[in-house]
């Protein structure tokens, strides 16, 4: 399975940006995808989660109300829209896939891993 981050970028403060996370590789079904970020000198820590069928999601307090996480089944894509942007945003953002389906909120819960996109929000 591979991951294709993108939609990174750079946006002033309260601005918005759409990540996407495309997967390709073997044909799958029943997987959750979710969301990381990891800013400058801090662990990666989760953002938001969503499950094969977009019925569950949940986002961190941090972003709760800001981000929206969706998918499209027909493009095997994953998105996460970003509003009301804050410095405290600015990070690499990963997407990441975790096989055994269900809300899933440690990065050891995951198996694939995209290869990150920069998000920088300038004050």
């Known amino acids: 399975v591979q991951l294709q981050a993108s939609g990174g970028g750079l946006v002033q403060t309260g601005g918005s940006l759409r990540l996407s996370c495309a997967a390709s590789?073997?044909?799958?079904?029943?997987?959750?995808t979710g969301w990381f970020r990891q800013g400058s000198r801090k662990e990666r820590e989760f953002v938001a989660v969503?499950?094969?069928?977009?019925?569950?999601?949940y986002y961190s307090d941090s972003v709760k109300g800001r981000f929206t996480i969706s998918r499209d089944g027909a493009k095997n894509t994953v998105y996460l829209q970003m509003n009301t942007l804050k410095p405290e945003d600015t990070a690499v953002y990963y997407c990441?896939?975790?096989?055994?389906?269900?809300?899933?909120?440690?990065?050891?819960?995951?198996?694939?891993w995209g290869q990150g996109t920069l998000v920088t929000v300038s004050s």
């Open positions: 590789g073997r044909p799958f079904g029943g997987y959750t």
């Open positions: 990441a896939v975790g096989v055994d389906g269900g809300l899933r909120y440690r990065v050891d819960e995951y198996d694939y």
């Open positions: 969503i499950t094969w069928s977009g019925a569950m999601r």
